[in-house]
């Protein structure tokens, strides 16, 4: 399986970053996917998810401010952040939800918001 996430930066407070996930040697179309962040110091946390069907979820930290999209044709998952925090910053991951379904995690991209 390769996880290969893009996208991220330095953005100041306010801004919108969109991260884009390209999956491979896997079967995408029939599971749930999402998007996971790990900030210094602490545990890797799932941020929101995208059913087969659409069907999407977020944690409370972002709802409202990100948006978690799919394209089967292509193999892709994204994330569209908008309203950057400064609590934000982290280097995000995609993956399956549970990430088990993968045994792998990508090299992630990091995203910084300066305040």
């Known amino acids: 399986v390769q996880l290969q996430a893009s996208g991220g930066g330095l953005v100041q407070a306010g801004g919108s970053l969109k991260l884009s996930c390209v999956v491979s040697k896997i079967i995408f179309s029939s599971k749930t996917w999402g998007w996971y962040r790990q900030a210094p110091g602490k545990e890797r946390e799932s941020v929101a998810s995208i059913s087969s069907g659409g069907m999407t979820t977020y944690s409370d930290s972002v709802k409202g401010r990100f948006a978690v999209s799919r394209d089967n044709a292509k193999n892709m998952v994204y994330l569209q952040m908008n309203d950057l925090k400064p609590e934000d910053t982290a280097v995000y991951y995609c993956?399956?939800?549970?990430?088990?379904?993968?045994?792998?995690w990508g090299q992630g991209t990091q995203v910084t918001v300066s305040s």
């Open positions: 993956n399956a939800i549970p990430s088990k379904l993968t045994n792998a």
